[in-house]
């Protein structure tokens, strides 16, 4: 095969693992919208919500390591499609939900599939990266905010003129013709590199967890924004279901838009300045949203706070896995399984507390959270390369 072939090969990987971002993403946006429909239709508090939406998160904490010994045996570009033909049709199994124990066992297995999806997905973008020689992970993930500007921007117009399971039948009917497309093109690793496990013990350097806890605290925000912001704007603003699913959205539209210009700004301004300007631009926009008496002033901050956490967790995980004196893939296993356990299992609590003080302050405290992380932004100074 001669130079030329195999590039074109990688080019047409690329753009397929951007599809594999673009419906992993459009799947999870999806479900902003269905989320206070949800709450009705099963007749359930936000606590109980909560406990449910944990689920989803404890679904993707386990697959997630079952995902990484997939790939090890069959190569991500097997794992990615295996999981992303179950991940189009999860919606429509927890829009089918009847009862509580049904939705329970049905988000676990969407959180899983999610999850397992995710690891895959962005192992395949790093094949892609060694076959091009050059960075595509920053737009990959700008292709995840896309697709869940998409499903969010339009769910909860679907949703309100042809009901939640229409909407559930159209979301998967979109993802599947876009999975069929991109099937052909993924990129496979020369040799999947088997995991050894009997040479994995934790790090005893104290700044990678404290990284682990920039990340935490940055992607909570994160997941607070796609599992409450809707019910935010319904119950706390009076917003219709199409407004309300609006705040994900532009969270989401927003993120994506400085997440395709994020290697340009990362590079001329530096990890750290990125940091931390990047950290107190979304916190204003968090605070600002805890605050807001109009929805269209809570959704355009919502949209400030996505542009301002865009670029935050790809920094994180670009310094945890450049630590001094330890692998790239030891350092990288702490920072996202902290970070991960953020987006996944923290909304619960968000739930639990919302049901007793409200929205509002919680808001607050996540952008108190991003104040701390950019007190903390010394700490990504390894992210930088120097030539």
């Excluded at 009862?99 to 995710?118: E, K, R």
Aim: charged share 10%; proline share 4%.
């Amino acid at each position: 095969m001669d130079a030329s072939t195999r590039l074109g090969q990688a080019v047409r990987g690329r753009w397929a693992v951007a599809a594999m971002f673009f419906v992993n993403g459009f799947v999870t946006g999806s479900w902003a919208p269905q989320i206070p429909v949800f709450l009705t239709r099963l007749g359930i508090t936000e606590f109980t919500l909560g406990l449910l939406i944990l689920l989803f998160g404890v679904g993707a904490l386990i697959a997630m390591p079952v995902s990484g010994y997939l790939m090890s045996r069959h190569g991500s570009r097997q794992v990615t499609l295996g999981f992303g033909c179950i991940v189009v049709f999860a919606l429509v199994l927890v829009a089918l939900a009847p009862n509580v124990l049904v939705a329970a066992l049905t988000l676990l297995i969407f959180g899983g599939v999610i999850g397992a999806m995710d690891v895959a997905m962005n192992a395949n973008a790093v094949a892609v990266e060694k076959k091009l020689s050059r960075a595509v992970m920053s737009s990959s993930h700008g292709f995840w905010s896309l697709g869940g500007f998409t499903g969010g921007g339009i769910g909860g117009l679907v949703i309100q003129s042809y009901g939640h399971l229409a909407h559930a039948v159209g979301v998967s009917v979109i993802a599947i013709l876009i999975l069929a497309v991109a099937a052909r093109h993924p990129v496979t690793e020369d040799k999947p590199v088997e995991h050894e496990h009997h040479k994995f013990s934790l790090p005893r350097t104290a700044t990678v967890y404290l990284i682990g806890v920039m990340a935490l605290f940055s992607m909570v925000p994160e997941g607070a924004v796609l599992d409450w912001a809707a019910l935010y704007m319904k119950q706390d603003l009076g917003t219709d279901l199409a407004t309300a699913g609006l705040a994900y959205a532009f969270f989401s539209g927003a993120m994506a838009l400085m997440r395709f210009a994020g290697d340009g700004v990362r590079n001329r301004f530096g990890a750290v300045k990125t940091m931390r300007v990047s950290v107190l631009v979304a916190a204003a926009g968090m605070f600002v949203a805890a605050l807001s008496p109009s929805p269209v002033l809570a959704i355009c901050a919502f949209a400030v706070c996505g542009l301002g956490i865009a670029n935050v967790v790809p920094i994180i995980f670009s310094a945890g896995g450049n630590q001094p004196g330890m692998s790239p893939g030891t350092g990288m296993s702490v920072v996202t399984t902290m970070g991960y356990s953020g987006i996944l299992l923290a909304p619960s609590a968000i739930g639990f507390a919302a049901e007793h003080v409200g929205f509002t302050p919680v808001f607050i405290t996540l952008s108190a959270l991003l104040v701390v992380v950019s007190l903390m932004g010394g700490l990504v100074r390894t992210a930088d390369f120097k030539a």
